[in-house]
Every structure is written in C-alpha cells, then in structure tokens.
C-alpha cells in the first residue's frame, strides 16, 4: 500500500481538511457534496484492500494467461478537474486504474467508491481499450475508403479517416458501459460491498439520456442491469 502514501498527503493538505464541494459543470454547483479529505483518503485505502484482490482474481478467472491483471491503482492529484476515474495501460500492458481527488472525495459511502472501482477493473477485463481502438480503425478505414472512391484530395481523405475513427470509437461504447457495471457489480458483491447501494452514484450525475452515439448509457438503464445482476448473483449464492 505505500503507493497510496502521496494520496493520504494531497487529501490531508487540501483546504484544513475542510468539505469540498464538487463541482459537475463550471459555474454550476454539483449536487456531490465532498467529504473531509482524511475520511476519505482513509476509505479509499480500505476498498483499494477489499477490491483490488478480488478484481484480480476475477481477471485471472476469465482471462487466465491472457491478460495482465496486475492492476496498478494511482491517484491524479492535478488540480481544477471534475470528479473523474479512468482505465488504463502503461507501456508493458500493465492495466491502471485511476481516481482524481474529487472524485475520492465525493462519493457518499465506500461501496459506491468500491462500485466505481470494479467498473473501471471490469473495463480492462473485458478488453474495452483494445475494442474500443478496434471499432475506430474500423471506423477510420470505412470513410476514408468511400472518401477515396469519390475522388477526393488527401485532406479530404484525411478529415473523412478521423471522422470514421472518431464515429467508430463512440459506436459501442454505451454497451461497454453496460458490460462493465454487470461485471463490477460480481466485483463489488465479491469484495464485500453493495453494488446496488454503490450504483446510486450514478443518480446523482447528470443525466446522459439516451443520445446517438453518446458515450454513457442512461442511468436509469445502469441502475437497472445493476439490480438484475445483483440479484441473480446472490440467488446464486455469490
């Protein structure tokens, strides 16, 4: 745990320790209210305990020799950003799991922390980064191919390769989404936590809706597929 250690220090030098709001919008306050920097940095070394095995166990489950399920999880600490955790790669493989310090201090329980960290595990096992680069050179090869046939000079050719790869990155990512709060939900049950308790992180974002080739599902629907998920693993005994 002593990668955690600059985590403890950032929160603990934050403002006195003072509530933090966060904001979702510049100008706009959020309806998250942080909470003191020392609970928190406390909390989030707890879950990183619970969830990080657990998540790597799943890994190896599913994927076996196939993937690397050592799974790094680092703190952005930049200031002036909005709540925000993200899954990564480092230049061998090795899968990171990023939270920013709002995002740490926002959330209202551990399990809603813990749901957000086996969502973001469950990206990388499921393979959503390699996916996600599949769909865009999919994308990016169809509309500079049709660019081409029409004729059309290399700028052209070029705009119509990035708007491919651009609309072909988005195409699925609403699914991915829902892949992965199914599997984090397994995680999170797994771990000890509540992932229907933890899921109602979500109610308190802004709503996303069901927009074309949008990137998130609506919440309403990631709600839903948690609760059925749940269910049916604790029916199975998980």
């Known amino acids: 745990m002593h990668r955690l250690i600059p985590l403890v220090l950032a929160l603990l030098t934050m403002a006195g320790c003072a509530t933090v709001p966060v904001m979702t919008n510049p100008g706009q ?12 940095a406390r909390q989030f070394v707890q879950v990183v305990d619970r969830v990080e095995p657990v998540a790597e166990a799943e890994c190896r489950r599913l994927l076996r020799m196939s993937a690397n399920c050592d799974f790094l999880i680092v703190v952005d600490d930049r200031p ?3 709540p925000n955790a993200f899954q990564t790669l480092d230049r061998s493989g090795r899968p990171i799991l990023a939270f920013n310090i709002p995002l740490i201090q926002s959330v209202d329980n551990a399990d ?8 973001e595990a469950s990206h990388h096992i499921l393979g959503h980064l390699g996916r996600v680069q599949q769909d865009a ?13 029409t004729g059309a000079d290399a700028q052209s050719v070029r705009s119509a390769e990035e708007f491919g790869a651009s609309l072909g990155a988005r195409t699925f990512t609403k699914d991915y989404e829902l892949e992965a709060d199914q ?6 049950l797994r771990a000890g936590y509540d992932p229907v308790r933890g899921a109602e992180f ?37």
């Open 183 to 188: 599997l984090g939900t397994i995680v999170t």
């Open 80 to 82: 002036g950003q909005e």
């Open 112 to 119: 809603e922390l813990a749901f957000v960290m086996g969502h």
């Open 29 to 40: 306050p959020s309806a998250i209210q942080g909470q003191p920097a020392e609970r928190a």
């Open 202 to 238: 979500f109610t308190r974002l802004p709503d996303p809706g069901n927009r074309f080739l949008g990137t998130h599902p609506p919440n309403a629907a990631r709600m839903e597929i948690v609760r059925r998920t749940a269910e049916a693993a604790r029916a199975g005994g998980v």
């Open 137 to 149: 050179t999919i994308g990016a090869i169809v509309f500079s191919g049709l660019a081409a046939m």
